[in-house]
């Protein structure tokens, strides 16, 4: 039998310990620090410092590269991927960590169960986004009345299993694919929120059983949604309590035209005029590889049927997740090259790289431009072209009339507001509207 005194020294050796998670950006590889570790410079070595505030991310990310190149030689290629990879990195803060704590008694079945899954039935069956319903729904509570009772916990379990079984029925899935088709996203590397992935999966499913609207107008409807979700981010920050409002304005609705009426508002009061005109613009302002905005610029372009440039390839043959090879069909594309910006002591990453500053380009022509000024490489691509399709190219891709001259900074701020537009224009098309001036 032990004694107390041995029970207090184990007591005594439990510690409360920081672990220091370390982060290889040249394969995307995370791991506990150890002595070996930290003294290897290709591991950012402690992760929480690149949010502690304490450098400029640019500055964290010069001051890694630097120690990198005194260990072996590091290629301007490989710098970008670097940067990308710690783009991505840093950009973990805003993502969306769900804890779901579970009772020691709850057998290991209802464990194995992904929380996604709860969730886009919770939301079906209940119209409620938070997890912590389920265990009171399954206890039988009234989430009305607040009264529980076994005669409304059997109802409830019933009506779980019901929106399971709708949850999980392929043909609802695949109806489902076809509304983020309909909203320009191609492929699963162009969603940047799962939160609106799922949440807009909810919609789609309380549209077509509690609503029992028409596909085609469900489809469109919630296209429109998914749309305006991922592009303003709306599930990025309190991703519950957000879509628990959503759903809250839906509990109160009982007919088809109020339904997408509440879809609509919401819609407009989101995408004001200072959105499309100030808001946006400056969230392009990002070297982000994963902002959700360059994904609904790529939307846009797909719903535009717009081609790539110095190309007759529409985006959409050349995003398509069918279309694979050793290179992707098309790459992103510096227009103004970094070692040209370099010359005129422009070399900050998040000038560099904005998204303003990419292009998607066929594969072969990436390596053809190169590092060639805009001036040197544009006049033989543009030769490829008559004037409507050199429009038409100039207006899908946001360049505006003498680009090749402008100055850097004048061109991505006039770059942004158009790239804007260009989004706007697509929604506007995936409404149902198009403009007088639209390009062909």
Known sequence: MRS???AISSEAIIRKQSIQIAFRPCDARFDVADAAIRRDPEFIHNISELWSGEHARNRFVKDFIKKLREYRPVSEQEEDKLNE?????YDLQHYPFTALELSPNIDEERVAEPDQLLRVCVGLGFRRARLNYVYLILRGKDLETEQFSEEKRIRQFEVLKDSQARVLD??????????????????????????????????????????????????????RWFFMTTLTARYSASPETTMEADLARLRSINDTASFVK???????????????AITLPNEIATSSPRSPSLFAYYAALNLLGARVLFSKMKVSELLDPAIKGKKSGT????????????????????????????????WSDNIE????????????????????????????????DGWENMSYEDFLKARRKAIAQIIREAYRRLSGKRSEDDAP
């Open 262 to 276: 509440n879809f609509d508002q919401v819609i407009s009061d989101t995408l004001t005029e200072d959105f499309w």
């Open 369 to 400: 431009i190169s590092d060639s000024s805009p001036q040197e490489y544009l006049p033989q691509y543009i030769a490829r072209f008559n004037p409507d399709e050199l429009k038409g190219m100039y207006y899908w891709h946001a360049l505006p």
């Open 170 to 223: 392929l043909q609802n899935w695949h109806e489902f694919l076809k509304v983020l088709i309909r909203a320009g996203f191609r492929s699963a590397s162009m969603i940047s929120s799962q939160a609106a992935l799922l949440y807009s999966y909810v919609m789609f499913l309380i549209g077509r059983y509690d609503f029992k609207m028409d596909l085609y107008e469900l489809r469109n409807l919630v296209a």
């Open 85 to 89: 990879s710690i783009d991505k990195l």
């Open 331 to 362: 790459e992103r594309h510096h227009l103004f090259p970094k070692n040209y910006l370099k010359k005129m002591n422009i070399t900050e990453i998040r000038d560099t790289n904005q998204i303003a500053n990419y292009a998607l380009v066929e």
């Open 4 to 6: 107390s005194r041995d």
